[in-house]
């Protein structure tokens, strides 16, 4: 089991949408077995895949469950794709972990999600914009890292934060790799361009060379089911496609 992880501290760039086309593309077009977990309170992601629990096992659960608990956790969706979906209770999850100094705060998902390594291809990570416990234990039992960017004036904004964050894992682990970044939402603009060199010259960032572009089919698809099955044939589920062909190949 790969871990492939969507990551930013910053909100609104695409994280959610593109774990949940990534997670939907590998199923479908690669016949890959994904579990996609969710560590936003927010719980979009368990949503829009009908997995979401007020009361069930949560990630909020694999943060201070002290047995293994993780097989509980796991919802199965209409849409081939396992979910260990999120909700409220990772704020007292979060709290109750930096309390507890008897057991290793950082290594709680990387021993829960140990046991499910064998019957998954992937496991795809959503992350909040949040820096939290939930986030440190996602990275330390992440293999790859993609950035979403959504290329606007705000672009560069914390950049290097995320980036200082993913140094910061490999003292736990330090195989984690950031694959890269992808434009999220584009419009086609000079601008664009400017911003992307900006990036790549200022913090190092590798940009893949396909951007997601912008349409109204996301917006609408969160009323219906996961994007990539409400607008399949979308520019922007074209773009994904494109994107993780581009991102199999890097490996
Ligand atoms: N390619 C796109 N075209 C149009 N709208 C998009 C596209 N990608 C994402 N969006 C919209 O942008 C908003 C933010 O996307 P998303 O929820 O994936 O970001 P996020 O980084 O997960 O946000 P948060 O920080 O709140 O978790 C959503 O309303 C989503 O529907
Ligand atoms: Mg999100």
Do not use: W
């Not at 914009?129 to 950035?147: K, P, Q, R, Y």
């Not at 330090?174 to 970044?181: D, R, S, V």
């Amino acid at each position: 089991m790969k871990v492939l992880s969507f990551f930013s501290i910053k909100g609104g760039v695409g994280k959610s949408v593109s774990s949940m086309a990534f997670a939907q593309i590998l199923h479908d077009d690669y016949g890959k077995r994904i579990l996609l977990v969710d560590i936003d309170k927010q719980a979009n992601t368990s949503k829009t895949f009908g997995c979401y629990t007020p009361d069930g096992f949560t990630s909020a659960d694999l943060l201070t469950a002290k047995s293994l608990i993780a097989d509980k956790a796991i919802r199965h969706s209409d849409y081939g794709i396992d979910v260990i979906p999120a909700n409220f209770e990772l704020i007292r999850a979060n709290k109750e972990v930096l309390l507890d100094t008897l057991h290793p705060q950082q290594l709680r998902f990387k021993r829960q999600l140990a046991p499910l390594r064998d019957r998954y291809d992937y496991c795809i990570i959503d992350y909040p914009i949040d820096d939290n416990m939930a986030v440190i234990n996602a990275l330390v039992v992440t293999d790859e890292v993609l950035i979403p960017i959504k290329m606007d004036r705000y672009a560069l904004d914390g950049m290097e934060y995320v980036i200082e964050t993913i140094e910061g894992i490999k003292e736990f682990n330090p195989n984690i790799q950031l694959k890269g970044c992808f434009a999220t939402m584009y419009v086609r603009s000079n601008l664009y361009k400017e911003g992307m060199s900006a990036l790549e010259t200022s913090l190092g960032l590798k940009f893949l060379k396909t951007p997601i572009r912008q349409t109204v089919k996301v917006g609408e698809s969160t009323f219906e089911k996961p994007f990539i099955r409400y607008s399949p044939t979308s520019s922007a589920a074209e773009d994904y496609r494109k994107l993780v062909a581009e991102y199999l190949s890097l490996e």
